[in-house]
Nanobody, 120 residues
């Protein structure tokens, strides 16, 4: 069984920074892509940023230039460095792992979510 364990959310003032981490535990052979989604109250879940195993990244237009996604393949961990945070970044952030290969097969997984609140 694979679990994604997130950490690093919290309350920060506008213009501040936070770093999210997400580690995949269990018998993982490989992970195709890892990334972050977010869901604000009353809105649909949206992709924030993702990184493929080879290092290719993609970002939502709203976070380009402010957020940086990275991963450590040896640790099956993905990070999201968030700078210049804005109130509109407030949301629950979910870690996502795509095409996780384990002895049982290949599946996608989601983390439990971590709250990020940007407010003065």
């Amino acid at each position: 069984q694979v679990q994604l364990v997130e950490s690093g959310g919290g309350l920060v003032q506008p213009g501040g920074s936070l770093r999210l981490s997400c580690a995949a535990s269990g018998s993982v052979f490989s992970i195709s892509a890892m990334g972050w989604y977010r869901q604000a109250p009353g809105k649909q879940r949206e992709l924030v940023a993702a990184v493929r195993r080879g290092g290719t990244t993609n970002y939502a237009d709203s976070v380009k230039g402010r957020f940086t996604v990275s991963r450590d393949n040896a640790k099956n961990t993905v990070y999201l460095q968030m700078n210049s945070l804005k109130p509109e970044d407030t949301a629950v952030y979910y870690c996502h792992a795509e095409r996780v290969a384990t002895p049982q097969g290949v599946s996608d997984y989601w983390g439990q979510g971590t709250q990020v609140t940007v407010s003065s």
